[in-house]
């Protein structure tokens, strides 16, 4: 079966320091990649997608940038985080031997930038 | 982005009673799709309809896609504690998927 993971699954940031999520799919081919934005009791953003290794589409003009060095690793990085950067990151999968249409999502990284 | 509007916003409920909740869009999907997200949590797949007109059960919940594709609902009969949670809708055309605002139920016991 397929399983997704997110890690740190929190982490606390002063402004201006860099970051990196990470996130893995495993028992899966060739999945499409989804990061995600969540603000505390708001709906989910979408930031960047991905469906192959070094193809990267960005929804939102920002300070984040994502990788995809391998096929089923998926990384959101910033060089310097902003206050506004603060909230819960969402990693999703579709795809592979599953049906496009259905994302299958990871537990979640909770940022805070104080 | 969020382009579903998605109601109600939240909802308070007595144990056992059944519950509506239902997303609608100005646009067609060919795919819609119901998540619930616990606390702290990634938002699970609750049901996922692919035809105009399809109703789908999983459990306690019914979910139907619209004959006219903009809009979908969900409903979840003789609700339970365990119910609580942020319910969210999710529309897909080709590579783009939409997602409700959410409908935050409470179930008191």
């Known amino acids: 079966s397929q399983t997704i993971h997110q890690w740190p699954a929190t982490l606390v940031q002063p402004v201006g320091s860099p970051l990196s999520l990470e996130c893995t799919v495993e028992?899966?081919?060739?999945?499409?990649l989804y990061w995600y934005r969540q603000a505390a009791g708001r709906g989910l953003q979408l930031l960047f997608y991905?469906?192959?290794?070094?193809?990267i589409s960005s929804e939102v003009p920002q300070n984040l940038s994502a990788s995809r060095p391998q096929d089923r690793q998926f990384i959101l990085s910033s060089k310097k985080l902003l206050l506004s950067d603060s909230g819960f990151y969402l990693c999703?999968?579709?795809?592979?031997?599953?049906?496009?249409?259905?994302?299958?999502f990871g537990p979640g990284t909770r940022l805070t930038v104080t | 982005g969020q382009q579903l509007n998605q109601s109600p916003q939240s909802m308070f409920i007595q144990e056992g009673e059944d519950v509506s909740m239902n997303c609608t869009s100005s646009?067609?999907?060919?795919?819609w799709l119901w998540y619930k997200q616990d606390p702290g949590e990634g938002p699970v797949l609750l049901i996922a309809?692919?035809?105009?007109?399809e109703l789908t059960s999983n459990g306690r919940l019914t979910a139907q896609f619209g004959i006219t594709r903009k809009d979908s609902f969900l409903n979840i009969s003789a609700s339970i504690p365990s119910d609580v949670g942020i319910y969210f809708c999710?529309?897909?055309?080709?590579?783009?998927?939409?997602f409700g605002a959410g409908t935050r139920l409470t179930v008191k016991p």
């Open positions: 999703a999968w579709s795809g592979g031997d599953n049906l496009l249409y259905e994302q299958y």
């Open positions: 028992g899966t081919s060739n999945p499409n």
């Open positions: 991905s469906v192959g290794i070094g193809q």
């Open positions: 646009s067609i999907f060919n795919t």
């Open positions: 309809l692919y035809k105009a007109g």
């Open positions: 999710a529309g897909q055309l080709v590579n783009d998927m939409r």
